[in-house]
């Protein structure tokens, strides 16, 4: 268990739909970040929050966006969904004292979201 | 731009044997971090080991090695007497910053470690 959570576990919706994914991490962790992982693109950067503020942005498309709250927890807006979309959305944190040594990011379970 | 290729989409081996998984990457940054991660079947990714770009040093950790050669760009990853709960997919990724945001991750080699 590597303390992160996300919820939902499964998302099925429909083309066009919106849908908010939500992301705990690791208790203390002041970063978060988001990945996409699909069949044809494999694992994507999308965005990194840094205690509330934006601090890095991969590949993510302007239907989506993110969001970090006081109490650190993350959310990713999808929006205009579209079957591309249908993927694995993972959350990951980290420590950034710890980060400094060994790089490892805690990722959580993932979201799998099937648009159809 | 930065690139990591793994291709070796998927491997076979009988219990006990030996496998390396192969990695190269492409980066024009002198200073990066490379990174190996396992997803097993329940889908989580579990963190196994960073590189930085200025430690050549192979690494041990157990059943796990790593052999990081800059003069190749490649950081292979061996398992040795494998196991059947070795069996996931391996990803190898590449940052060319030490939190880890810009991971650019490779497409992944699924190990199957048979009985």
């Known amino acids: 268990d590597s303390g992160v959570t996300q919820t939902p576990k499964h998302l099925i919706t429909a083309t066009g739909q919106r849908v908010t994914l939500r992301c705990s991490p690791r208790?203390?962790?002041?970063?978060v970040y988001w990945y996409q992982q699909s069949l044809d693109q494999g694992l994507q950067f999308l965005i990194q929050?840094?205690?509330?503020?934006?601090?890095a942005k991969g590949n993510i498309l302007e239907r989506f966006s993110a969001q970090q709250f006081p109490d650190l927890h993350s959310e990713l807006n999808l929006s205009s969904l579209e079957l591309g979309d249908s993927a694995l959305y993972f959350c990951?944190?980290?420590?950034?004292?710890?980060?400094?040594?060994?790089?490892?990011?805690?990722f959580g379970e993932g979201s799998r979201l099937t648009v159809l | 731009a930065q690139k990591v290729t793994q291709a070796q989409t998927e491997i076979s081996v009988v219990e006990k044997e030996d496998v390396t998984l192969d990695c190269v990457y492409e980066?024009?940054?002198?200073?990066?971090?490379l990174f190996w991660y396992k997803q097993p079947p329940s889908g989580e990714l579990v963190f196994l080991i960073r590189?930085?770009?200025?430690?050549?040093q192979n690494e041990i950790s157990g059943r796990y090695s790593w052999n990081f050669q800059k003069s190749t760009s490649s950081f292979n990853f061996t398992i040795t007497a494998s196991q059947v709960v070795d069996s996931a997919v391996y990803f190898c990724?590449?940052?060319?910053?030490?939190?880890?945001?810009?991971?650019?991750f490779g497409p992944g080699t699924r190990l199957s470690v048979l009985p």
């Open positions: 990951a944190s980290s420590d950034p004292g710890r980060a400094l040594n060994t790089g490892e990011l805690f």
């Open positions: 208790s203390g962790d002041l970063s």
């Open positions: 929050y840094y205690n509330g503020e934006e601090r």
């Open positions: 980066t024009r940054d002198t200073t990066y971090y």
């Open positions: 590189r930085n770009s200025f430690d050549e």
């Open positions: 990724a590449l940052s060319t910053n030490n939190y880890g945001q810009n991971f650019v």
